[in-house]
Nanobody, 125 residues
């Protein structure tokens, strides 16, 4: 059974940092694209960042987080992180990790097959 588990969310003040983690099991993610999405109350789930976990690592970050957030892979197999710096109140959302088979980065939720349960990030002003 494929399972993605996020952790690391919390309540912080504006300007603070958080590091989210995603641990995957039940599938070899070494050749997949793994991404972070987020969903704020009353809004659609949106793409945040993605990374290819193969030998030629490629990353992509949404404009809204570029320069503040960094997606990376862990040394342990099937793990990835989202380092979030200079957090803003508008970053408040439930953050999800997701996986898609294949090697091409996609930006739509429809292109991702496996999803975690989400972790809440709340940024106060």
């Amino acid at each position: 059974q494929v399972q993605l588990v996020e952790s690391g969310g919390g309540l912080v003040q504006a300007g603070a940092s958080l590091r989210l983690s995603c641990a995957a099991s039940g599938r070899d993610f070494s050749r997949d694209v793994t991404a972070w999405f987020r969903q704020a109350p009353g809004k659609e789930r949106e793409f945040v960042a993605a990374i290819t976990l193969g030998g030629y690592q490629t990353t992509y970050h949404a404009d809204s987080v570029k320069g503040r957030f960094t997606i990376s892979r862990g040394n342990a197999k099937n793990t990835m992180y989202l380092q979030m710096n200079s957090l803003k109140p508008e970053d408040t959302a439930v953050y999800y990790c997701a996986d898609r088979g294949g090697r091409e980065i996609k930006f739509s939720t429809l292109d991702y097959t496996y999803w975690g349960q989400g972790t809440q990030v709340t940024v106060s002003s």
